[in-house]
């Protein structure tokens, strides 16, 4: 667990919904850094510049899922 989320800040959650099959290298270890690499996987990630930068760098293969 990260220093965030174990304080208390506030949470991401991320669903990965799509193939790095024929991206860009940098697309697939963005996923790796997001703790990302299969379809359907999720991880739980603090909310920070960094972290929404590497989400925006591959929204068109992850989505933000609810947290309950």
């Known amino acids: 667990m990260s220093k965030a989320t174990k304080s ?3 949470t991401l959650r991320v669903e990965q919904i799509g193939s790095p099959i024929r991206r ?4 697939r270890a963005t996923l790796i850094g997001l703790r990302l690499n299969r379809i ?3 991880a ?10 590497m989400i925006g760098k591959v929204a068109h ?3 933000m ?4």
């Open 61 to 63: 293969l992850v989505r």
């Open 40 to 42: 359907g996987r999720v």
């Open 8 to 10: 208390g800040g506030k």
């Open 24 to 27: 860009e290298h940098t697309q």
């Open 65 to 68: 899922v609810e947290s309950t």
């Open 44 to 53: 739980t990630l603090p909310d920070t510049p960094a972290v929404r930068g």
